[in-house]
């Protein structure tokens, strides 16, 4: 099985130094159920790749004097992507998963652009699993499946697939994804799972996996699909001593409701939006990060709008939209009308494909930085509505909060708040790469000096 992780990031050779792990020479380990090999194929200043290259033993498996067994000496294990490769993570290069290094420990604590190639992963689930999962942790990923047999096209395609992913990361950050989720995409362990699984679950996933969408998922599949093991490492990951996200995002919530409320901001950009709906003719329209429904309810009173969807990545969010709106007690014919779907913004999603209008309102700002060209693939590439309505704080404004501290943001889980012109950029080069024309309109107050409390920018399809 074999693993590649390439990087342009200059001197690119600095990657032996994050790997441990000299680009002149060959590495050979020896571990229980075979050799590993990390060597690179490519090593100048411009150009970096580290390839780990895994020779499981199929004798030592079924021997049993490894650290696991099969059935039959022919199998799939020693050709395929799978735990054997997160064991080997863990052992050969365990002091990069862990983030140090002696030599280069500021590079190691840096988001550089990193391209790691899975040669031949088994996924149960499909290619969707894989964007599922990889996605919404900011990469760009690509997959290239395999048929059963070439020579018999008849036969459908198998469940292996060659993956591809792009992000600008630490490098323990790429390593703690992969250490966690091949398993996962297998859905296979070459090992008997106890609770040590848990702690390893925790110390690999611990920083990303409580707001993963597909945490649920994730845990079962690593544990073997074992209960007890599972509810112990979904509590845990939601403990006394650790933030509930879903409650601290009804915590911030509130704050920025207080610190807007004096101007009734969400209710001057409710407005502006659905104006902006009915005024492009948009019948089938998405909240995309619809929070706890408020537009949401806006929408289904209003009789232009024949279809309604509600996405957002948390479930209690869900659960208070549909909550609002009385979902439960709607006549057949609104019941009809809308749909609350869980799901993030920043991975691939059928479900979202063939709408009018795409309202975004005041989500943008909660993204990483580095998730937002994901987000925008997501948006203008795949789901392609014909009119995109976004609106974001313009953090000019901000000094006009007498209660808001001087840099401050309006919300705590705020990733960033733009200026007007950093918002026109973006929204300019967005719209020029997927082919939209875009128009911006103030929100709110304008004030002479530091425009509107919220920006607004229209997306259409040309």
Not at 61 to 67: A, I, K, P
Request: hydrophobic share 40%.
């Amino acid at each position: 099985m074999l693993l590649t992780i390439s990087t342009d990031h200059r001197p690119a050779t600095d990657l032996g130094y994050l790997l441990h792990k000299n680009p002149a020479r060959l590495h050979t380990f020896s571990l229980p159920f075979g050799r590993v090999h990390v060597f690179y194929p490519e090593a100048t200043p411009e150009r970096c790749t580290a390839a780990l290259l895994l020779e499981v033993d199929p004798v030592e498996l079924v021997r049993g004097r490894g650290e696991g067994s099969s059935e039959q000496y022919v199998n799939d294990r020693p050709y395929v992507v799978s735990s054997f490769l997160s064991v080997a993570i863990s052992r050969v290069l365990g002091t990069a998963l862990a983030g140090r290094s002696k030599e280069r420990s500021e590079l190691a604590r840096t988001a550089i652009p990193l391209r790691a190639e899975l040669a031949a992963v088994p996924c149960r689930g499909g290619e969707r699993l894989v964007h599922r999962l990889f996605a919404p942790l900011g990469y760009h990923v690509e997959t290239r499946g395999f048929p059963l047999d070439e020579r018999f096209p008849e036969w459908g395609a198998s469940r292996y697939f060659t993956v591809t992913l792009e992000a600008r990361c630490e490098l323990r950050t790429l390593l703690n994804h992969l250490y966690v989720l091949v398993p996962v995409l297998d859905d296979e362990k070459h090992y008997w799972v106890g609770e040590d699984e848990v702690e390893k679950l925790l110390r690999h996933g611990g920083e990303w996996l409580t707001a993963h969408p597909e945490r649920p998922l994730i845990v079962e599949r690593y544990l073997k699909h074992q209960r007890r093991l599972t509810r112990l490492a979904l509590a845990r990951l939601l403990d006394e001593d650790q933030a509930d996200p879903d409650a601290e995002a009804d915590v911030h919530a509130q704050e920025e409701g207080n610190v807007e409320a004096p101007l009734g901001l969400w209710e001057q950009r409710l407005g502006a939006v659905v104006a902006v709906l009915k005024a492009e003719g948009a019948r089938r329209v998405l909240d995309l990060g619809c929070g706890e429904g408020r537009l949401l309810q806006r929408l289904l009173r209003d009789r232009d709008f024949d279809e309604i969807v509600g996405v957002d990545v948390s479930q209690r969010a869900l659960e208070i939209a549909a909550s609002r709106l009385k979902m439960y007690r709607l006549s057949p014919r609104q019941e009809r009308r809308i749909k609350l779907i869980h799901g993030s913004l920043t991975y691939r999603d059928s479900r979202l494909t063939g709408y009018d209008a795409a309202a975004i309102v005041e989500v943008i700002e909660h993204l990483d930085p580095s998730r937002l060209a994901a987000f925008e693939r997501v948006v203008f590439e795949y789901a392609r509505p014909r009119c995109v309505v976004i609106t974001t704080p313009n953090v000019e404004y901000n000094v006009r909060f007498a209660d808001l501290p001087p840099g401050a943001f309006r919300h705590r889980d705020h990733r960033f708040e733009w200026t007007r012109s950093e918002f026109i950029d973006w929204a300019t080069a967005v719209g020029g790469r997927f082919r939209y024309a875009v128009r911006f309109l103030p929100v709110g107050p304008k004030d002479s000096i530091v425009g509107p409390p919220t920006q607004m920018g229209i997306f259409v399809r040309e």
